[in-house]
């Protein structure tokens, strides 16, 4: 048996380095087990199909929401440059056979955004119904409808037999002589349009174990992965801000309070200056609930894009029936949730493409939300939509960007020895055209040169300044208002990134940085004093923010793993050998939360530097204790006494 004991451990090392080569498709190299490789930041590679995870993993098919076909549809007339209605009564014939001498009937009312409302972005306007005839024309003024269709027999009460929602992306365009001004200057100085793609809570590593589809597309000539790219808050919303406003949250506090309607307005979101431009610009997200402007704030008093979502989703959440799947509204109506979104996408491109600069972003949460498998069932239908924006030109002349906020912030993957990871380094891939590649070979090259260093949400708002100025040499000639506050030493990604780049130096603060292999050490009388001070700490901050009188104090109940690492020198301070990052996953009483809090800590004086209550991360479920407060961020964290379970 000694043999076994000898060769057991060898036949081990093989399989999962020949795992490896096979998940990676090249030979194993000591370079490609990082994500980034450099003196000061090492961020390992992650195999995101080890035994653990695919034993747990189960794709599930997706579900449809409907069997019968639309009985109301849209067509664009590019005669009078205006939406078309068609009735198919032929749809009607099964319905109206039943009731003998039966008629259809169809309606539709105008939906549009309240802005005379305390808070327009949570309220909408529906007109009165107006007759459907066969073949209308829409009015150019009209951007979304629902309509309705009826069977009835003479005067007897009508049957409601199918209600659907449409949109409309009318089109300004028409006789201004833009359109031939913009197809001119193309000829001479290409101006790309971009659109941005975004699926919550997905990593990169996540979305290659469940979009393989969606991933093969993204592997084609012009698509760059930026494998280094980390995240720099703990949700979407410290995300998404640094992405499109160059702020962090802490950053926003000081400007203006995010729950007064009016402060979002205020903020220099990356499509302001893209209107300024030119451009024609668009937002949509799909989840009214969690919206991510719209989450326990007033979202925008003023309609943030030329061509906004919002004011259909507030309808149809409301009016028609809705099916769950994944924790949040699937199906609405006879449509999923995430179709409206990319449905009012693929209209935007067609209307423009070629025609005018548009700057498009579109945000998914339905399927990616709470489930790290619920991207397994969008693969085939995502693939499809990229195929026909592919066919409508959107890569011909565009920049697209497909990315994350960040990847599963609990359940079993956070859980999961590669949890750390799994939850900071969501994808990121960046597409430029061949005109572009062939024009601007550089910025090209060095696109392909920063895959593999540290990159943040910060240099890709900096990457969206800089597509506006192109003829950019360096960083130093882009104005101090257009740089990042939070960060000024980010740039752009069309920049060769610096290859000994900290944390620091791309923004991302020690809680979310990945560039230093912890140590994974025991739970020891040693140790003690500082988790005593952690739940000090905890207990103090609620009193700071008057939460104490809402949330329950917190008593330790487990010590789950405990990691330590050193703190290095950042370039503004040398290093100390007393100081290290202690990161800590425990739970606490009542009703067991479980935690993951990251600590700076001072062996010779025995303190606590730092902890940050705001991201301090939570690793369960969250819903069912925090009902009493309101704050977005306290949510995670507090126990309302009133939830306390016995």
């Known amino acids: ?95 109206l056979k039943t009731k003998g001498n039966a008629t259809l009937e169809c309606e539709y009312s105008d939906i549009s955004r309240n802005n005379s409302a305390d808070v327009p972005d949570n309220n909408y306007v529906q007109s009165k119904m107006h007759r459907l005839t066969n073949h ?36 300004p365009l028409t006789n201004d002589g833009k359109v031939e001004d913009f197809v001119r200057k193309q000829k001479v100085d290409p101006q790309p349009s971009v659109l941005i793609m975004g699926l919550d809570s997905t990593s990169r590593i996540n979305f290659r174990r469940t979009m393989p589809l969606v991933y093969d597309f993204v592997k084609q000539l012009g698509w760059f992965e930026m494998q280094g790219y980390t995240k720099v808050g703990d949700n979407t919303y410290p995300n998404l801000m640094a992405v499109l406003t160059g702020h962090s949250r802490s950053g926003i506090e000081k400007v203006c309070d995010v729950e007064e309607l009016g402060c979002l307005d205020s903020l220099p979101f990356i499509w302001k200056r893209f209107k300024q431009a030119n451009y024609t610009t668009l937002y949509a997200e799909d989840c009214k609930k969690i919206n991510t402007f719209n989450y326990l704030m007033p979202g925008f008093k003023k309609k943030p894009t030329d061509y906004y979502l919002r004011p259909l989703l507030l309808a149809i959440e409301d009016q028609f ?91 079993p993957l956070r859980k999961a020895p590669t ?142 793993r405990m990691d330590w690492k050193p703190v290095l020198a950042t370039g503004l301070r040398p290093a100390d050998k007393d100081e290290h990052v202690y990161i800590i996953e425990f739970k606490t009483l009542p009703n067991t939360p479980e935690f993951e809090a990251t600590v700076r800590w001072n062996n010779r004086t025995k303190a606590l530097l730092s902890m940050d209550m705001d991201d301090l991360s939570r690793l369960n479920s969250y819903e069912e204790d925090s009902n009493c407060i309101n704050d977005k961020i306290a949510k995670k964290y507090c126990i309302c006494n009133d939830s306390l379970k016995k």
């Open 136 to 171: 209308v024309l829409v009015p150019k003024t009209t951007d979304h409808i629902i309509t309705k269709c009826y069977v009835r027999k003479g005067h007897r009460r009508r049957k409601l037999i199918q209600s659907d929602s449409m949109s409309f992306i009318q089109d």
């Open 321 to 411: 029936p809705i099916i769950k799947e994944w924790g949040y509204a699937y199906c609405v109506g006879r449509h999923l949730s995430f179709k409206y979104v990319y449905d009012f996408g693929q209209q935007f491109i067609d209307r423009f493409l070629g025609r005018s600069p548009f700057f498009g972003f579109l945000w998914s949460n339905s399927f990616t939300h709470d489930h790290y498998q619920g991207a397994a069932s969008l693969d085939q239908l995502f693939r499809r939509y990229l195929k026909s924006f592919e066919d409508a030109g959107l890569f011909k002349r565009s920049i697209v960007i497909l990315m994350s906020d960040h990847g599963h912030r609990y359940g």
């Open 419 to 560: 949890g750390y990871l799994e939850e900071r380094v969501p994808m990121m891939f960046i597409y430029v055209p061949p005109w572009f590649r062939k024009k601007y070979p550089k910025l090209a090259a060095n696109l392909h040169k920063n895959r593999n260093r540290l990159t943040s949400n910060y240099d890709l708002h900096m990457t969206l300044h800089h597509i506006l100025q192109l003829h950019s040499r360096s960083m130093a000639e882009f104005p101090d208002k257009y740089k990042s506050q939070k960060c000024k030493s980010c740039q752009s990604l069309f920049f060769e990134v610096p290859f000994n780049r900290t944390c620091a130096m791309a923004g991302i603060e020690e809680k979310w940085c990945c560039c230093h292999p912890s140590e994974t050490i025991p739970f020891t009388p040693k140790v003690a004093p500082i988790i005593d001070a952690m739940i000090q700490r905890m207990n103090r901050h609620l009193v700071e923010r008057k939460f104490d009188h809402l949330c329950h104090n917190y008593t330790l109940k487990q010590v789950i």
């Open 1 to 95: 048996m000694n043999w076994m004991r000898e060769v057991l451990p060898l036949v081990i090392v093989f399989f999962l380095r020949a795992n490896l080569w096979l998940s990676n498709g090249v030979k194993v190299k000591d370079t490609a087990r990082y994500y980034v490789n450099s003196p000061v930041c090492k961020m390992p590679y992650v195999n995101p199909f080890t035994a653990d995870i695919m034993s747990r993993f189960h794709k599930r098919k997706m579900k449809g929401c409907r069997t019968d076909a639309d009985m109301v549809t849209s067509e664009f007339d590019f005669n009078t440059h205006q939406y078309r209605l068609h009735i198919h009564e032929h749809l009607a014939r099964p319905f």
